[in-house]
């Protein structure tokens, strides 16, 4: 079965460019915001959406991420709250891909065949879930295949070559490669290294690879894209986010804009 | 639920116990859990490994802890006869170093270099940063700035043994986020650094190496009661946070079905709101730091920051094992609350001349609950997890004591 991801890879081929991924958390700092922000990333050049849900333990994420969280619990978010903004989101556009990135718990709490249809009717084209590695395959993976929904894995420089298959069985969509061993929004991918790994990646799979972790700058997004598919930016994004707020942490009312607006300029590294 | 043959063969080839453990992990650190759990089923049917374990257990920790009849406590309650394991002799004063010195021992045969851990209380961050010290290596303990500050003297303990204190802001800033801190710096530095998490909890194979670590309590204490009443005792009482003090001294009882077992999970301000930490009386299953375990949680999933008087049981999860155990039957949970526990903790003080840590004190709480029912020939072992020395000024503000105060009187 073919899905919006697929299609959106094959339209980037024929164009002859690398895709740009954005990630936004979801209901930051509040979920009004946050839906206008969203609604606007297409325009702005986003490729692909990446959605973060809220959990209160990101084990991964670095400062941004973490206090991205933050904002949106504080702001009342919640997984029900994320699956209506993918609904609001998908009204106005039905090509865009969209996948939500988070940690297990929420996922499972929810329950996972309920979530699976309450996503798959939202709009979500996939999922990246943090803490579900290949050895977990049974929790959400294997279900969230079958539902025709793509379960996007991360590989990581610690993933070798012999546990490459292991990585990539059951994976769909495309692989993300995470670039540095860390967490998000830490240190800077390094181009060999990145240019390398792709490379070792292509020769195990045809899916195709973004790289994401560590890209903050149009010229990180330009180089990325030169050697990957596609490259993925969250933490500088959300930066943006945190910087356009007031004393009281709400909103200033330049944020929506100064996000886009952030974010269409990384945009351009990949046109 | 089917009742297994044996109580002590989890957890299974994917690190489970039931539906509980597992490996939760990002794929980062997967291939490093891969490789600890190669390393430790290779170190763990070695003598040589187990004999410098128990070569340093006997001469730096102080083991075998002593099983002491507690005489007068028994008079007091005036019914079951009542034995603590005394861990808190052990060399830090609690249960805690059992684990590191195992895990340390490990990490050297590994060939790592680094070692990170987290702390709440600051018992397990002492019990790391001592065996650094003991084998020259550099220490990195993450604790939550809410910690830091309660907890003062063994936040200056651990800098004396030469670790590096990261306060943890983000979160809440107590245990669960020191935890997420640590994750994410092992995730940074895969290479050299050996991750000594301080309960059985965690990814596999830290559940059921922990435990394997801190079965040396109850495996002495099956011994020394053999030697001391010829036979089995009748319940075991241990304190719960994450549960690997309880563990330790459950474990090797699992299979002796005779033997009631009793985990003491801390209730705080009682199981009416969200004021305790007793994960599986008040909780439910969720996934957190690498493992599927009762958690305290809400309708969302979103993590719940325990409490407790004691800084060592508000964790808002448990070791899976604890989660199985409790499932299948085979251990009763039931909690006791902050000011149960300073109670027992007093009538521990006067009654027995030991200032028990306020952790054990909530099982000593629970032990004063059911000892005056129970018939006299009735033998209940208590495991002492812990000393109070820590714990005194917390009980000093709870008691309305002024330490400042008294000191400017004498010196008057």
Not at chain 2, 278 to 304: C, F, K, M
């Amino acid at each position: 079965m073919t899905t919006r991801i697929d299609n959106k890879f094959a339209q980037l081929k024929a164009e002859g460019r690398a895709g740009f991924v954005s990630y936004i958390m979801s209901g930051d700092p509040d979920m009004d915001t946050s839906l206008a922000i969203l609604k606007g990333l297409p325009a702005a050049g986003a490729d692909i959406i990446e959605l973060g849900m809220c959990f209160t333990d990101p084990m991964a994420d670095g400062v941004a991420i973490q206090l991205a969280a933050q904002r949106a619990l504080k702001g009342g978010q919640t997984l029900p709250k994320t699956l209506e903004m993918v609904q609001a989101f998908r009204k106005d556009d039905p090509d865009t891909p969209l996948i939500l990135m988070g940690y297990y718990n929420p996922i499972y709490i929810y329950g996972v065949d309920r979530f699976l249809a309450a996503a798959k009717a939202a709009g979500v084209d996939g999922l990246i879930v943090v803490d579900l590695p290949p050895e977990e395959d049974d929790e959400l993976c294997i279900p969230a295949n079958e539902a025709g929904m793509n379960f996007i894995r991360l590989a990581t420089p610690t993933t070798d070559e012999a546990r490459l298959p292991t990585v990539l069985n059951n994976t769909s969509g495309f692989v993300y490669y995470v670039s540095i061993t860390g967490i998000t929004g830490a240190a800077s991918a390094n181009q060999k290294a990145v240019e390398d790994a792709v490379a070792r990646l292509k020769r195990f799979t045809d899916l195709p690879i973004a790289v994401g972790f560590g890209i903050n700058t149009t010229e990180q997004v330009r180089d990325i894209g030169s050697v990957a598919d596609a490259s993925v930016v969250g933490s500088a994004i959300v930066r943006q986010i945190e910087n356009n707020l007031d004393d009281e942490g709400r909103p200033k009312p330049e944020l929506v804009k100064a996000v886009l607006d952030f974010t269409k300029t990384l945009s351009q590294g990949v046109r | 639920m089917s009742t297994p043959n044996s109580f002590k063969t989890g957890p299974d080839e994917r690190g489970l116990f039931g539906i509980f453990g597992g490996r939760f992990v990002a794929e980062t650190l997967m291939p490093l859990i891969l490789d600890l759990e190669r390393e430790w089923g290779a170190a763990k049917p070695d003598p040589a490994f187990w004999e410098e374990f128990n070569m340093l257990a006997k001469d730096y920790v102080g083991r075998p802890s002593p099983l002491y009849l507690a005489e007068r406590l028994t008079k007091e309650l005036g019914g079951a006869k009542i034995y603590f394991k005394r861990d808190e002799l052990n060399h830090t004063g609690a249960h805690k170093i059992n684990n590191c010195l195992g895990q340390i021992l490990l990490a050297r045969r590994m060939g790592k270099t680094r070692i990170i851990a987290e702390t709440g209380a600051g018992q397990h961050g002492v019990a790391t940063a001592t065996v650094c010290a003991l084998f020259g290596l550099p220490c990195t303990v993450y604790m939550g700035a809410t910690d830091v500050e309660r907890q003062a003297p063994n936040v200056f303990r651990m800098r004396l043994l030469g670790a590096e204190i990261v306060p943890v802001t983000s979160g809440s800033g107590t245990l669960k986020d020191a935890m997420n801190e640590a994750l994410r710096d092992w995730v940074t530095n895969v290479e050299d650094t050996f991750y000594i998490i301080g309960t059985a909890a965690g990814p596999h194979p830290y559940p059921a190496m922990v435990r394997d670590f801190q079965s040396v309590i109850g495996t002495e204490a099956k011994q020394q009661m053999l030697e001391r009443e010829g036979r089995l005792p009748d319940s075991l009482v241990a304190c719960i946070g994450g549960g690997s003090n309880a563990l330790g001294l459950f474990h090797p009882f699992l299979d002796d079905t005779d033997v009631r077992i009793i985990g003491v999970e801390a209730g705080g301000l009682g199981l009416e709101g969200e004021d305790h930490a007793a994960s599986l009386t008040g909780g439910q299953p969720g996934v957190l730091h690498g493992n599927r375990t009762y958690l305290l949680q809400d309708e969302d999933g979103q993590i719940i920051e325990g409490h407790s008087i004691s800084a060592g049981l508000d964790y808002p999860g448990i070791g899976p094992e604890h989660s199985w155990l409790r499932d299948i039957g085979r251990v009763e949970y039931v909690y006791a609350k902050d000011d149960e526990a300073l109670e027992a903790f007093q009538l521990c003080c006067r009654t027995e001349g030991i200032i028990p840590a306020l952790e054990p004190s909530h099982a000593l709480a629970h032990v004063a609950k059911i000892a005056p029912e129970l018939p006299k020939d009735h033998i209940m072992i208590m495991n002492m997890c812990g000393r109070g020395d820590k714990d005194i000024f917390t009980v000093a503000k709870h008691l309305g004591f002024d330490m400042a105060d008294v000191m400017g009187e004498t010196t008057q």
